[in-house]
Structures are given as structure tokens and as C-alpha cells.
């Protein structure tokens, strides 16, 4: 049983107010000490990052007072409401009820940007800290931790044409095609989800795996990227999916990798 504890917060927004299940650990008020900041993809809510959680204060002993924590779960996800404004749940609509959430946690919208952060992300939560950081480029967030980000700036379908130049043979021609089919059916943004985030615009808004730039007021940010394990992820699209191991090794696989080296700065 985690020690971490969740209340319901009211957030407001432009279609009134909503709750959100929100745990926040902070220790008397020091303007140095970092938030750390955690965002759930989108299959589990944030209690999904618990045992971690648990597992790092423990570890941390008694430099557990040097941070300070923020879990929450989005509007539509886990134990929170639906969000209000019912069909524009929109990736700006989420970093701006993120922002609306850091203004209540740290008292007012002047202490926000001054806070140091660190934020640990998984999949869509990469894009939802990235476009924050586009949105608000005066907040010190000082570090990134990227666990298996989601690729931004595709729809997915379109990974599996063949590059410029490549012959690739009928037999492969048949597979991407196939591995397209099955994308557009499960990964296109424009399927719906449990959560109701509006993914459509996603690609449009984050184009470049490279950006935004951080720029901490106090040190360099540090950025890392932890990635899935490649062969793994191979034969699980196949076992789980029926997507073809060569399509997923050669056309994903690189595309992923090329997003977690532009996303740590590499």
C-alpha cells in the first residue's frame, strides 16, 4: 500500500469546473526545492507510476525532503471527472488544466514559472510536457525524464512507406501495406480513446522531435530518454497485433529511435 495520498481538487475551465484526483507532497514552502511532476500516458492512470514512486522515496532516505511531488490524474482518466468542455479535451486544453493545476498546488500564477520542475513523463505525457514547455517558455523546468515518448509528429500510417531510393520487394510492399492497415485501426490519432483526448491535432502542433529547447534559469536541464526494449517490442507487435516483425524492425523501430535521440538532445 503506497504511502502517497490523493484528494479530489476542484480545477476551473472554460466550461466550469471540474474535479481531478491529485496527490501533492510538499514540505514548508522553499522556492529551490524541485517539483517533480509526473504525467501518465494514455492506456493507465498516474497511480500506474505508484510502485516507482514508492520505490524512489525509499531509496532517497533522508534526502526525501530535497523534492517535492505532484501526481495527477488527466480530466477523463483514472479517478478524475470527465472533462467538462465534452469533445475539445485538445492537447492545448490539457497543458492548460496542467497550468491551472500548478497555480492552485503552488498558490498563485506568479509562483509557477520561478519553481524549479522536474517532470517524469510517459508516452502522450511526452507531448504534453514538450508543448508546455513551447506554451510557457519562462518556466524552469530543469529536467525531463522520457519514459518510452510517444512519436509526435506522425500518424503513425504513414511510418510504414518505403524510404526514398528503397526497392523493397513485393513480399515487403504486402507488409507495409499491412502494417498500415493495422496502424490506422489502433494508433491514428483520430481514433478515440477511454480518456477522450483529442489526439488529432497532436502532430501539427509538436512537428519537430527536437523542440522546444529548455532553457533553465539555474542549470542546464537535464533531459533522458528511456526507450522499450527493441527486439521485445518486435515480436509483441506481432504476438499482440499481427503487425510484421520486418515492418516494425525496420521502419518503427528507427523512427523511434530517431525520437529519442532528438528528444535528449542527441
Not at 506522425?154 to 493495422?182: H, M, N, W
Not at 483526448?197 to 497532436?202: A, N
Request: net charge negative; with cysteine.
Amino acid at each position: 500500500m503506497s504511502d502517497i495520498a490523493f484528494e479530489r481538487v476542484t480545477i476551473p475551465t472554460s466550461a466550469g469546473s471540474a474535479c481531478m484526483s491529485v496527490a501533492l507532497r510538499r514540505q514548508p514552502f522553499n522556492p529551490r526545492r524541485p517539483l517533480l511532476v509526473f504525467l501518465h500516458g494514455l492506456v493507465q492512470p498516474v497511480s500506474s507510476f505508484l510502485p516507482a514512486v514508492d520505490q524512489f522515496l525509499t531509496t532517497l532516505e533522508d534526502g526525501s525532503d530535497e523534492l517535492d511531488l505532484l501526481l495527477y490524474d488527466r480530466f477523463g482518466a483514472g479517478q478524475s471527472d470527465k472533462d467538462p468542455r465534452q469533445g475539445v479535451h485538445t492537447l492545448p486544453l490539457v497543458v492548460e488544466d496542467l497550468r491551472n493545476l500548478l497555480r492552485h498546488c503552488l498558490g498563485s500564477e506568479e509562483e509557477v514559472d520561478p519553481t524549479p520542475m522536474i517532470f517524469v513523463v510517459h508516452s502522450i505525457g511526452g507531448a504534453i510536457v514538450r508543448y508546455y514547455a513551447q506554451q510557457y517558455p519562462s518556466a524552469s523546468i530543469e529536467g525531463i525524464l522520457f519514459l518510452d515518448p510517444m512519436i509526435a509528429s506522425t500518424d503513425f500510417v504513414s511510418i510504414y512507406q518505403p524510404r526514398d531510393g528503397e526497392q523493397p520487394s513485393q513480399e515487403e510492399l504486402d507488409e507495409l501495406k499491412q502494417a498500415r492497415e493495422i496502424s490506422r485501426r489502433i494508433f491514428h490519432p483520430s481514433l478515440p480513446n477511454a480518456e477522450g483526448f483529442d489526439r488529432s491535432t497532436v502532430a501539427s502542433l509538436l512537428p519537430r522531435d527536437d523542440e522546444p529547447k529548455l532553457a533553465s534559469k539555474t542549470r542546464q536541464p537535464c533531459v533522458i530518454v528511456v526507450a522499450h526494449d527493441r527486439n521485445v517490442n518486435v515480436r509483441d507487435m506481432e504476438r499482440k497485433l499481427g503487425m510484421p516483425q520486418r515492418a516494425t524492425r525496420n521502419y518503427l523501430e528507427p523512427r523511434w529511435e530517431q525520437v529519442s535521440m532528438r528528444s535528449s538532445g542527441g
